[in-house]
């Protein structure tokens, strides 16, 4: 068990939908990244928030959103889902050290939301 | 961000060690390189990360010659348990992480 948490476990929707995941970073990590996995995609970095802003933006679609909210748990916004939409998304989170050795925060991932776009 | 090169796949049987080597030519100075294992369905987990030299942990260890444009996790004594993707990555500080195929380990009984 990481500490991360994700909800919802599953989700089945139509396309042209939208849904809300939602995620739990550990326990005084400030950091929240979100990740889709697709067949044909890999691991792909959507976003990223720290305290509640938003730090670093990779591959995320305009129909995306995300925001981290005072209590560190993060949401990610997905609208007018498509069929390739379906993906299981990631959710990690770190401590991210803002002093101290240069180093690589590790990243702690939870168990992931399995999106489903029929 | 560096990129990674490591095979795509690997096939062992239990019991003996494996090792996954990865390139990074363009490792920057102040990149670290970090391994991750993902089970299907499961979201990655890491397991070792080594600035140069060698680094072991009770799950693996670490190899990183001088130039650092490669490393090679070593898993001692592996079992059917093991059989997941490898992901080898290199980066500074808290950037995103850049996950390219990994290697599929196959661990054969």
């Known amino acids: 068990d990481s500490g991360v948490t994700q909800t919802p476990k599953h989700l089945i929707t139509a396309t042209g939908q939208r849904v809300t995941l939602r995620c739990s970073p550990r326990?005084?990590?400030?950091?929240v990244y979100w990740y889709q996995q697709s067949l044909d995609q890999g691991l792909q970095f959507l976003i990223q928030?720290?305290?509640?802003?938003?730090?670093a933006k990779g591959n995320i679609l305009e129909r995306f959103s995300a925001q981290q909210f005072p209590d560190l748990h993060s949401e990610l916004n997905l609208s007018s889902l498509e069929l390739g939409d379906s993906a299981l998304y990631f959710c990690?989170?770190?401590?991210?050290?803002?002093?101290?050795?240069?180093?690589?925060?590790?990243?702690?991932f939870g168990p992931g939301t399995r999106l489903t776009v029929l | 961000l560096a990129k990674t090169t490591q095979p795509i796949s690997m096939d062992s049987y239990e019991g003996q060690e494996v090792n996954i080597t990865c390139s990074h030519n363009?490792?920057?100075?102040?990149?670290?390189i970090t391994w991750y294992q993902q089970f299907p369905s499961q979201g990655p987990r890491f397991i070792i990360q080594?600035?140069?030299t060698k680094v072991t942990n009770e799950v693996a260890s670490l190899f990183i010659p001088a130039d650092r444009k490669s490393s090679t996790l070593s898993l001692p004594r592996v079992s059917l348990s093991d059989t997941a993707v490898y992901y080898c990555?290199?980066?500074?500080?808290?950037?995103?992480?850049?996950f390219g195929k990994g290697t599929r380990l196959s661990v054969i009984a």
């Open positions: 990690a989170s770190s401590v991210d050290w803002t002093s101290g050795p240069r180093r690589t925060d590790t990243q702690y």
């Open positions: 326990s005084g990590d400030l950091s």
């Open positions: 928030y720290y305290n509640g802003e938003e730090r």
């Open positions: 363009n490792i920057a100075t102040n990149d670290y």
């Open positions: 080594g600035y140069k």
């Open positions: 990555l290199v980066a500074t500080g808290n950037t995103p992480l850049v």
